[in-house]
């Protein structure tokens, strides 16, 4: 079952009959039917939403504005299968969007954003002691998201591309370097969390 | 395969992205490689735990209601936005309407005039040749020739003698 509580890892097998009468429902403007769809994919979007923004308040804003724009652009989507992942690459695009606008926002009051060079350097440091969800947050928005698109929603290299509208070496190099910074993160004197 | 080589390879092994050749190589190599192999089962276990670390997040009770309410929202603005382009488009379309209508008026109007002068010219020539004009003219010729003929006989009478009548 994709989406449901507790479950995160998509694919198109997992997008049931009911699933797909449910969006077609939605298509043709039934908000109920759309309701369903938003109970069962709240989950999905929210983790990788949180993922990139790395806040409860702004990644509940990020799908929401998602779904939003879902319901008033549904009748674009030529094919039900494809609707996991194009739900993902508007909340990947929004959160994205969002946490670039923080970025500008904190540049313009003179904060800073951990360096993932500095973040690699500092992490041979023997009291370095974090756990992955730290360690994620040390990620720059751009590994987050590939991280979360890969581990938490399960999509393939050539998806990832596509919703990230990225070339395919880009995501396998992004994924080796934030797997890379995540592993530096969690060492500490050569054990694991 | 050079452990440089491998390491770059580690992240799309653990994701089952790589070419079978890619495969065969870096197996070949771990099986050999301590520090390889260890940094496969690191990232591996890197994977799982970031996996049950996400898995566990979930989104607010709330969401639903608000995602509903901001749809109603949303649809509510597009169709006061859609009204307003209706509006505006109709006003651009009566305006369009009562310009060309004026504009045709406009013609009309000149069209007739026109038609009406070389109406009046076309009786008129034809008047000339079949029509009342030739009667005028006709008087006006007559008038002359009537006027020539009398200035004749005022001269012819001032010149004869004045015994005739006069002297009794």
Known sequence: ?193 | MECMAVSQLVSAYVDQELSEAEVQGLRAHITNCKSCEALVEEFLLISQLTRKSFLEISAPERMETRVMQQIGSAQRARQSFRLMWLVALSAVVMTGLAFTGGLAALWGLTTTLMLHFAHGIAVLLLGLVVGRAGLIIGSIVACGVVTVLSVLAIRRLMSMPLETGMGS
């Open chain 1, 1 to 193: 079952m994709f989406g449901g509580q507790g479950s995160g890892l998509r694919g198109d097998a997992s997008l049931n009959d009911g699933h797909r009468q449910l969006i077609r429902a939605a298509k043709a403007g039934d908000k109920e039917a759309f309701a369903h769809l938003v109970r069962s994919y709240k989950d999905f979007l929210f983790r990788t939403a949180f993922a990139i923004v790395r806040d409860h308040g702004e990644a509940e804003d990020v799908v929401q504005e998602s779904f939003v724009k879902a319901f008033l652009s549904l009748r674009t989507l030529n094919d039900e299968r494809a609707f996991p992942s194009w739900m993902s690459t508007i909340a990947t695009r929004i959160a994205l969007d969002t946490v670039k606008r923080q970025r500008t926002h904190r540049d313009s009051f003179g904060s800073t954003i951990p360096d993932p060079e500095l973040v690699e350097a500092h992490s041979s440091a023997p009291d370095l002691r974090l756990d992955i969800a730290d360690a994620m947050s040390k990620l720059s928005p751009e590994h987050r998201g590939v991280i979360v698109l890969r581990e938490v929603q399960g999509f393939d290299y050539q998806e990832i591309a596509d919703i990230l509208k990225v070339p395919i070496g880009t995501v396998r190099s992004r994924l080796h370097v934030a797997r890379m910074q995540l592993r530096n993160l969690l060492k500490t004197d050569g054990g694991k969390e």
